[in-house]
């Protein structure tokens, strides 16, 4: 015997142990195969231990090196199958193969958000950046920056959440218009996206905080033309080619001011309860930016036009996906979101 012939009756063993290992199917088979590779009294690996006397002295160390590292990796080997084979053993009799499987709760964005993304991209192709303002607001961007006259109910403790001083929870994203218009030169084309806060029930359809897309344009020579093209093109974006109409209306920071509806995406105008059997669904307030705005941004008002309008998405979702009340974007039930996942 030498130590290449003994070395190579090592390396024999090591190639045949994996396939042979996991061949066993039960425990029974196992232990037998333990026994017949590793086992003390007989199995290959004691025999070949038993022909290391026959080596010359110097080689021994090395050959035993070697016969323990298969030992090692032959053991490592049948420990794992060992627990395979005994969580099997553990687990076979209750297995019901007809159980229906897990079902896996993928993540989805809320429907208001979007909402928002929808139309955040959809403006942010027609050149829109966005702009932010603080929810903390002084009065005078919420209000009179807005041409709010002094008496507006808007402004009375039942509507406004006033903080400490000056300041409320705004009341609408309007403000940022001002501060948009006050920092950065015309043209302005911004989208101002936020949450706004109302002293109002929470019932179907009102919610004492929701969120606001805000729009505005301030350039030389922009007309009430450009706020219809443009807001139609969103519409038909939005919703798909559909119909809209534009209302007159009012509020004290647009002169003139307009609503614009949209064919009731859940009768297609024939009527139902979603648009009220009146066939549209009211989308969105805007108007001619009121010069009275403008000056009070430091702009000069017979240089610089505008439009803007105000949306709110909540009504958009619920109009989109026909939904009855408002509080069930605000419940998180798992249920009703993971019906947007996309
Ligand atoms: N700020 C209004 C509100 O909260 C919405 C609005 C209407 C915004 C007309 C506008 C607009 O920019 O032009 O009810």
Redesign the pocket.
Known sequence: MTLDEFKAACAALAADAPAQIAAVADLDAWTALRNALVGRASGRLTDIMATLPQLPKEDRREAGQAANAVKLEVEALLTARESGLSAAAKSGGDLDLTMPERRRWVGAAHPVSQVIDEITEIFRELGFTIALGPEAEHTWYNFQALNFPDDHPAMDLHDTLYLQGDLVLR????PV?VRTLQQYAPPIRILAPGN?HRRDPFDASHAPTFA?V???VVDEGITFADLKATLTHFANRFFGSTRTRFRPSY?P??EP?AEMDVLCGVCKGSGCSVCKNSGWVEI????MVHPAVIESAGLDSTKYTG????LGPARTALARHGIPDIRILYDSDVRFLEQFAR
Do not use: I, N
Not at 171 to 174: F, G, L
Not at 284 to 287: P, V
């Open positions: 009341t609408h994203t309007s218009q706004v606001q805000e729009g505005l509020f920071f647009t001011s969105l307030g805007s108007g439009w803007a309008f105000g």
